[in-house]
């Protein structure tokens, strides 16, 4: 069992995962939770979610979530692979899950996942992630929290800039433009 | 003019801090150069032949005078005292340290400038109509749809690890001064026969090694729902674009490998299912947006003055001077793009005194006084003179676009700027250039087309052949609304021949040119063949 960090509210803890990652050409151990790719879980998801265990998936970032749609309530946790850092696909695929298909699971982050990236990471919806960096959960949340403001919604519950504003202009804050460089 | 609040500032000033979090990790040596690298590029720092370059993002190519005087400052400090204005209106300085980039990243974030997305694979700063919110033509002001963007794709969760490199330009104008078409996104704001805003929106165009005009995807967007158009492009982008080939990674492949019915379809699909009222900007937003850029309070003037006529009747120089940049005043010289801390500083000073305190730059690397009165024009020339920067040469044979070529990039297989200033040097008389008129010539130093060669009435192309700098001439480009693609002339010449071709280029066209007709006319109406017969029977 590996390590995983987990989001808990406004919190990063390191928690002990329970889930074995099976692949392809692996057997499916006897007993145990399991994370299964997205074929295996096409062909066997029925018996694998039937035998009384818990079943998560890992998605490679050229898979769709939308073929989950199914199968969605009855995951226990989605994993969305990050090939290499610089490949972004995964963020679009976790939006998608949190907004659209409305996956309110655990979502984890797994491949290479480098802490520079936790803030695109914690926005687009992921609450779960297994550092190839070696962060701890308080370097994590740290690099999640550099910015004081947004400046769009996202999966996270964070107001964006033009809503402070707004709350701003109505006397609920304090904020005044003024000349640049003045 | 868009003035930062508290909200914005603080964002710059967050952002610096984790750049320089970032480079102490990479000092440090806690993250690799390849972990590093998207970091910085989209902090616009590229590494280079001899330094860092450091590329400053001057957003819609509007500049106050406290701006241009911190990067006058900036470039004597930490640089060699002079920057590069470049063609997407950004400013370079080629000669940054690594462990100095934060310190200029806050310096520059005090007078809200900044480099953020100058580079990298993420959406870029957004470019519009270098005479938005100056000029008569235009039915909106494209700067305030530019900030809309550029507050959307900042540090956007989403949208920072795209495929490729991802740039928008906006105008508002009938006549495109934004080179649009060559965009990955173009928008072009219209309204419709009931009066509402609207934007055309246009994909897939781009230079590079595969050069490609943008399509219209949509003819009508309603102006309020632009964010959440672009979000349902980007998504369709990111998803499904190639990520196996790094030449086959721009949008302009996409679009062009599904065909742009396929494309459309699949965004407007995507844009049916997104949640626009998430994404989409509250009116009051943007009514906040649209109150910075107010046009400016301008007393009443003559539409002709006494002052200006006299010193044009005794002054011939400064009659070309008037004719060529009426509108616009040309940063010069040698090195296209080029100027000096100190002439910034002039040009800030100007600025102050005549223009209402604003400097533009634009994509052909000139920097415009835009709310000169009449009256202050021989006032302005004659500081412009002192300074080496009054070159009357507006669009004319010598207002060469170039990019900064083998002397700077790592990229490039020729260079461009010596090129460029034996052509200047060529057709130095002035009244050759303005009896030849506008003829824009556009340089790079390799395929991926800084220099806009693609573009050009003469597109001029480095390439290597063993070792040795030539140079691909191609003719009848045009960025503008009669957008067209430069077709190739035949085999690349040497740099020794390039101002030879050029030449008899220019004397084909004054031979074959009817009245009234440009140099791209002239092409376009006969064709490549007298030309290439000029070029070939010289050269040999």
């Avoid at chain 2, 500032?9 to 979090?21: I, P």
Wanted: glycine letters at 8%.
């Amino acid at each position: 069992m590996s390590t995983l960090i987990k989001l808990e509210s406004d919190r990063a803890v390191l928690a002990l995962d329970p889930f074995v990652y099976v692949p392809d050409e692996a057997e499916v151990p006897a007993g145990g939770d399991i994370i299964v790719s997205l074929s295996r879980l096409v062909s066997e998801g029925d018996a694998l979610l039937g035998a009384g265990r818990r079943v998560g998936v890992r998605l490679q970032p050229s898979e769709a979530v939308e073929d989950l749609a199914y199968d969605l309530p009855r995951l226990a946790v989605v994993e969305l692979a990050f090939a290499k850092f610089r490949d972004g696909r995964p963020y679009s695929s976790a939006r998608v899950l949190r907004g659209r298909l409305n996956y309110r699971g655990e979502l984890r982050a797994v491949g290479d996942v480098l802490r520079e990236q936790a803030l695109h990471m914690v926005r687009c919806g992921f609450d779960a992630f297994e550092p190839a960096d070696g962060s701890t959960p308080d370097q994590w949340l740290a690099a999640a929290h550099r910015y004081r403001h947004v400046y769009q919604r996202a999966a996270d519950d964070r107001q964006p800039i033009f809503v402070e504003r707004d709350l701003n202009a109505s006397g609920l804050g304090h904020n005044r433009p003024d000349e640049v460089g003045a | 003019m868009y003035r930062y609040d508290d909200l914005d500032r603080q964002m710059l000033t967050d952002r610096s801090n984790e750049f320089r979090l970032q480079a102490e990790r990479r000092l440090s040596g806690d993250i690799t150069e390849d972990q590093f690298k998207p970091l910085r590029l989209m902090n616009g720092l590229y590494l280079q032949l001899h330094a860092y370059m450091l590329r400053i993002a001057i957003p819609y190519g509007t500049l106050n005078t406290a701006q241009l005087r911190r990067l006058a400052w900036v470039a004597s400090t930490y640089d060699k005292g002079y920057g590069h204005f470049t063609t997407r209106t950004n400013l370079q300085l080629h000669w940054i340290k690594l462990r100095d980039a934060p310190d200029i990243l806050d310096s520059l974030a005090e007078v809200g400038l900044h480099a953020i997305q100058t580079s990298g694979n993420c959406i870029r700063n957004v470019t519009a109509d270098p005479y938005a919110g100056a000029t008569a033509d235009e039915i909106d002001d494209p700067r305030v749809w530019a900030e809309v963007i550029r507050q959307w794709s900042t540090v956007h969760p989403e949208f920072s690890y795209l495929p490729r490199k991802f740039k928008i330009a906006v105008t508002a104008a009938e006549k495109d001064r934004a080179a649009i078409r060559s965009y990955d996104i173009g928008l072009h704001v219209r309204r419709t026969r009931e009066g509402e805003l609207s934007f055309e929106v246009l994909v897939g165009g781009g230079q590079g090694r595969t050069p490609y005009l943008a399509k219209t995807i949509r003819e009508h967007l309603p102006a309020g729902r632009l964010l959440s158009y672009l979000d349902a492009i980007l998504r369709v982008y990111n998803r499904q674009s190639r990520r196996d080939n790094i030449h086959k990674q721009r949008i302009k492949i996409l679009v062009a490998t599904l065909g742009v019915e396929e494309f459309t379809r699949r965004v407007e699909a995507e844009w049916a299912l997104n949640d626009g009222a998430d994404i989409d900007l509250p009116d009051t937003e943007l009514a906040r947006i649209r109150a910075n850029f107010r046009p400016l309070a301008f007393e009443p003037q003559p539409a002709k003055s006494q002052a200006f006529e006299a010193a044009k009747a005794a002054d011939a120089e400064f009659a070309r001077f008037t004719r060529r940049n009426v509108h616009a005043h040309k940063v010069p010289g040698q090195t296209p793009g080029d100027a000096t801390s100190e002439q910034m500083q002039v040009i800030a000073d100007l600025a102050d005194a005549y223009s209402q305190g604003e400097v533009r730059v634009n994509y052909t690397q000139n920097l415009v006084l835009p709310h000169v009165k009449l009256a202050d024009v021989p006032a302005v020339y004659a500081r412009l003179k002192e300074a080496g920067l009054a070159t009357a040469n507006i669009d004319l044979i010598t207002d060469i676009i170039a990019c900064p070529g083998l002397d700077y990039c790592t990229l490039a297989n020729a260079r461009a700027i010596p090129v460029a200033q034996a052509i200047a040097r060529r057709f130095a008389d002035p009244e050759r250039a303005e009896a030849i008129g506008e003829l824009p010539i556009k340089i790079s130093g390799c395929i991926n087309a800084c220099g806009h060669h693609h573009l050009g009435a003469i597109g001029i192309l480095g390439v290597d052949k063993k070792g040795e700098e030539y140079y691909q001439l191609s003719l009848g480009g045009s960025g503008g609304d009669d957008a067209s693609l430069a077709s190739i002339l035949g085999p690349a010449v040497s740099a020794n021949q390039t101002p030879d071709a050029i030449e008899a280029l220019v004397e084909t066209y004054l031979v074959h040119r009817q009245e009234g007709e440009r140099f791209l006319d002239t092409v376009r109406r006969t064709g490549l063949q007298p030309f290439k017969e000029a070029v070939y029977v010289d050269a040999h």
